[in-house]
C-alpha cells in the first residue's frame, strides 16, 4: 500500500505516518526501487498499534520503547507488560477523573433543567460531594 492508502486507511495523515516512522513509533517501511514507501501487512499492523496506542494516551517514548522491545525478541515480555500495565494504571486513573467530572457536569444539567421548566435556579438535592462549587 502507499502511504496515501495508508493515510486513509487509518484516518491519519501522510505526515503522521512520517512521524511515526522518523520516531520509531513504527519500524522503518520498506520502500520501492524509486524510493516510495511500501506498506505490507507487517507495516500495517505496526500502523494500527501506534494509532491504538496514541489513542490510549502513551507517549511516543514508551511507543517507541515498546516497539524497540519488540522487536528484541520474547525475552522482553516482562518489559513490554511492565509498560502496558503503567500505561492501563494511568488510564484507569484517567477515566476515573473523567467520571467525576461527568457526575458533575451532569448534576449542574439536571439543575439547569429545572430551572428551565420553574424559572428558579436551585441546587438541591445536594450536588454531589466531590465539589460545592456552582
Same mark, same amino acid.
Given at each position: 500500500?502507499?502511504? !496515501?492508502?495508508? /493515510?486513509? !486507511? &487509518?484516518?491519519?495523515?501522510?505526515?503522521? +505516518?512520517?512521524?511515526?516512522?522518523? /520516531?520509531? =513509533?513504527?519500524?522503518?517501511? %520498506?520502500? $520501492?526501487?524509486?524510493?516510495?514507501?511500501d &506498506?505490507?501487512?507487517?507495516?500495517? /499492523?505496526w500502523?494500527?498499534?501506534?494509532?491504538?496506542?496514541?489513542? #490510549?494516551?502513551?507517549?511516543?517514548?514508551?511507543?517507541?520503547?515498546?516497539?524497540? +522491545? /519488540?522487536?528484541?525478541?520474547?525475552?522482553?515480555?516482562? #518489559?513490554?507488560?511492565?509498560? =502496558?500495565? %503503567?500505561?492501563?494504571? #494511568? +488510564? +484507569?486513573?484517567? !477515566? %476515573?477523573?473523567?467520571?467525576? $467530572? =461527568?457526575?458533575? =457536569?451532569? &448534576? %449542574?444539567?439536571?439543575?439547569y433543567?429545572?430551572?428551565?421548566? $420553574?424559572?428558579k435556579?436551585?441546587?438541591?438535592?445536594?450536588e454531589?460531594?466531590?465539589?460545592q462549587? !456552582?
Amino acid at each position: 500500500m502507499t502511504i !496515501k492508502e495508508v /493515510s486513509e !486507511k &487509518y484516518g491519519i495523515t501522510q505526515d503522521t +505516518l512520517r512521524f511515526y516512522e522518523r /520516531s520509531g =513509533l513504527i519500524p522503518p517501511v %520498506k520502500r $520501492t526501487a524509486g524510493g516510495i514507501r511500501d &506498506y505490507g501487512p507487517e507495516d500495517l /499492523s505496526w500502523v494500527e498499534l501506534a494509532v491504538c496506542m496514541r489513542s #490510549a494516551g502513551l507517549t511516543v517514548e514508551a511507543i517507541s520503547e515498546y516497539v524497540r +522491545l /519488540s522487536r528484541l525478541g520474547d525475552e522482553t515480555f516482562p #518489559a513490554r507488560l511492565q509498560l =502496558l500495565t %503503567k500505561q492501563r494504571e #494511568a +488510564l +484507569l486513573e484517567q !477515566k %476515573k477523573r473523567i467520571e467525576a $467530572t =461527568l457526575d458533575r =457536569l451532569n &448534576y %449542574k444539567i439536571a439543575r439547569y433543567e429545572v430551572a428551565v421548566e $420553574t424559572g428558579k435556579l436551585t441546587w438541591e438535592p445536594e450536588e454531589p460531594p466531590q465539589s460545592q462549587n !456552582k
